[in-house]
């Protein structure tokens, strides 16, 4: 079935109230629409305001999956209607603050629902725990920063045949946890931010099947032997040693302990079989010594931004370069000596993190050493973008032109930089740029007019510069953008902004005065722009500890119906 007919039907059915009217009525039709059909223009409708209570009553027989996550309007009467969806397998509630324990009284006839997301439902209470039990086949329950306390986690203990579990930000203390031993079946756990103490760690043995396990911001210093472990986060915790015991090493594929505090990273790794390690994130970690990296010889992604890595200590990553795809040295001590070192040893690099870094120009040419690079970030170095070329005729040369032979870079930043317009210039060489983003305050109209030339270009962004309308209105977009990111320009005025939007209709436009930017969809803050503008309520955002679901697997074809996110306008 062409999916580009199915959206144009989905799009004609959601254009307004009338339409909706219009087809409603048609109940048998509807009742009979495939489910992964009924689930994209369900969403559709959601996402335009156009969804209300008794419209549900329509979908209760074909939709299987429901994604209400962050929608204000969901209340007991929301859930009423979804009490009649018996055929409703997923059910996400996340962020819904209306929601509350008795809430779940109205959908307790949904014997087939398996999955249940209410995190951050803050009302969720024990109370509504209990109304779980009605809920045998669930498999994955996500609960967490809700008011569950550790004697409603005690009463999760029925459902048997829970494989996920998200506890994250709860008061779960080593009791409430013992009482979960009966569940044979959990391969995901996440307690991040609990109470949970070695004594409660030493209980996850009784777990066979854990394979991914979050314990960041705990009191946990050591681990039992976890065997079957896969995931292991142990970010902000203080780590004497982990998987000692009897038994075959832990197969870890993926060690997540941003900073955390290690008393010896080698001894803590002992007991991992290493030949499996794959992911290791020690950022901003507490590190005493990095001789235990020329071990990892699996590795492919290695995050060591913030931590205490400097020139001398370099030599130990390039023993691992060789399969290396992804390397974060920000906010470190590595300077362009280092990258000297690092030159020639990563050929299937394809990420570079260098941002806080103390390289300079001389660090570029070390980096076009470094073929499969995809993406590179370079913000807020001691880069220059152009050096005096040394001879009888002296010239300021575009360092940047060492990058020319990287083909597969699609991705740069340079950020808070003091970059000129000159520097630009082999900027239009990088035949696959198709992500750039510029900061810097002594930026002209020239740089759009060199930058028109990256005909790959997708998203371009130039922020704090001295922008002019003249400049704006002059610039020719390359072919291929989408994006055009002129925050800070504190010279361009609201008639340049509407001009060009209204000029390239599909190109959008942020700017502090653009009609987007105003409505909350982005904010930014920058000395610049606060000449002519005043950013108010800017929004603040929690970042959870990083969790690893490999449940979380959804077909090409839903990924391509249904919106990735959606809000309610009601």
């Known amino acids: 079935m062409d999916s580009r007919l199915i959206q144009m039907c989905i799009e004609a059915a959601a254009e307004s109230s009338d339409a909706v009217e219009a087809w409603r009525r048609q109940r048998r039709t509807l009742e009979r629409m495939p489910s992964l059909l009924a689930e994209a223009l369900l969403h559709r409708l959601l996402h335009r305001g156009l969804l209300f209570p008794s419209l549900l009553e329509v979908f209760r027989h074909s939709v299987e999956k429901m994604d209400l996550r962050g929608q204000n309007c969901v209340d007991a009467e929301w859930m009423a209607y979804l009490g009649s969806f018996h055929y409703l397998s997923s059910l996400n509630l996340a962020d819904c603050y209306k929601i509350s324990g008795a809430a779940l009284w109205s959908i307790i006839g949904i014997t087939n629902l398996k999955e249940l997301d209410l995190s951050r439902c803050s009302k969720m209470n024990d109370a509504g725990i209990r109304h779980l039990s009605s809920f045998p086949s669930l498999e994955r329950l996500c609960i967490s920063e809700t008011g569950v306390s550790s004697e409603g986690i005690r009463l999760l203990s029925s459902l048997t045949n829970l494989y996920y579990l998200d506890l994250g930000g709860l008061a779960v203390s080593d009791l409430a946890l013992s009482s979960l031993q009966g569940l044979k079946k959990l391969q995901f756990l996440d307690l991040w931010g609990s109470e949970i103490s070695n004594s409660g760690a030493a209980l996850l043995q009784y777990f066979p099947k854990l394979s991914s396990l979050n314990l960041a911001w705990t009191k946990v210093t050591k681990l039992p032997n976890l065997s079957s472990l896969e995931f292991l986060n142990l970010s902000n915790c203080t780590i004497t040693s982990i998987f000692k015991g009897e038994g075959d090493k832990a197969r870890l594929a993926k060690l997540v302990a941003s900073n955390a505090t290690f008393a010896d990273v080698s001894g803590a790794l002992s007991n991992v079989e290493i ?15 990095f001789c235990f990296l020329p071990h990892l010889t699996s590795v492919t992604y290695l995050d060591l931004g913030g ?21 974060s040295l920000n906010n470190t001590k590595v300077s362009s000596e280092g990258m000297e070192i690092l030159a ?17 120009d001389a660090a570029i040419s070390y980096i076009g050493m470094m073929p499969s690079l995809k993406a590179i970030n370079l913000s807020g170095t001691k880069i220059k973008g152009l050096i005096m070329q040394e001879g009888s005729d002296s010239s300021w040369v ?27 210039y082999p900027f239009s060489i990088l035949n696959s740029l198709t992500y750039l983003s510029l900061q810097s305050v002594i930026l002209t109209d020239e740089s759009l007019l060199l930058l028109s030339a990256s005909q790959k270009l997708e998203h371009l962004a ?31 005025t609201e008639d340049a902004i509407v001009l060009f939007s209204r000029k390239y209709p599909n190109i959008k436009l942020r700017h502090e005065l653009a009609v987007s930017d105003r409505g909350g969809d982005f904010r930014y803050s920058s000395p610049a722009a606060q000449k002519t503008v005043s950013l108010k309520n800017a929004r603040k955002f929690s970042v959870s500890p990083p969790v690893f679901d490999k449940s979380a697997l959804l077909g090409k074809d839903l990924l391509e119906l249904s919106p990735s996110t959606v809000r309610c306008s009601l």
């Not at 499996?276 to 994130?281: A, I, K, Q």
């Open 307 to 327: 931590s205490p890595m400097a020139d001398d200590s370099v030599e130990n990553i390039v023993c691992i370069g060789a399969k290396l795809t992804y390397l």
């Open 398 to 424: 575009p360092t940047f032109s060492a990058l020319q032979n990287l083909s597969q870079l699609e991705r740069l930043e340079l950020e808070g930089m003091q970059l000129k317009d000159a520097a630009l």
């Open 344 to 360: 020639g040893h990563l050929p299937n690099l394809e990420t570079l993190l260098l941002s806080g870094t103390y390289i300079d």
């Open 275 to 289: 030949a499996f390690l794959s992911h290791l994130d020690l950022s901003n970690a507490l590190i005493d010594s």
């Open 462 to 492: 130039i922020r704090d510069a001295v922008l002019t309308n003249a400049g704006l209105n002059s610039f020719t977009p390359p072919p291929n953008l989408r994006v055009l990111d002129v925050r800070g320009g504190w010279l361009l």
